[in-house]
């Protein structure tokens, strides 16, 4: 059974930095995708970066490029999400995926739309960044 869980939401102010945490279990080799969506109130779900797990490829939508960095942390099957310069803008539920068999086109495909390809999703975080 694959789970994904994250961790590392909260509120800040404009401007402050936050990490985020996931860490997915049971997929069963190293060719997946792992990636962050949100989701604000009243919009659709939307990619924040994506990771291709077996050659740490990465990516990003414009709006974040230059101040979150996506990539691997130190436990396995560990990805992280560092936001920097944080804006009002950027408050939403955050959400962890994972897609098993996706890899880099997985990403590409995947990144300007709410991801319907990742098959395994967390639960969500909050994060909040007020003025």
């Known amino acids: 059974e694959v789970e994904v869980m994250e961790s590392g939401g909260e509120a800040v102010q404009a401007g402050d930095s936050l990490r985020l945490t996931c860490i997915v279990s049971?997929?069963?080799?190293?060719?997946?995708?792992m990636a962050w969506f949100r989701q604000a109130p009243g919009k659709e779900r939307e990619g924040v970066s994506c990771l291709a797990w077996k050659d740490g490829q990465t990516y990003y939508t414009d709006s974040v490029n230059g101040r979150f960095t996506i990539s691997r942390g130190n436990g396995k099957n560990t990805l992280i999400l560092q936001m920097n310069s944080l804006k009002p803008g950027n408050t939403a539920m955050y959400y962890c995926a994972a897609g098993d068999r996706l890899g880099r086109i997985g990403c590409t495909s995947n990144l300007d739309s709410p991801g319907p390809d990742f098959g395994y999703w967390s639960r969500g975080t909050q994060v909040t960044v007020s003025t």
């Open positions: 049971g997929l069963p080799n190293d060719e997946y995708a």
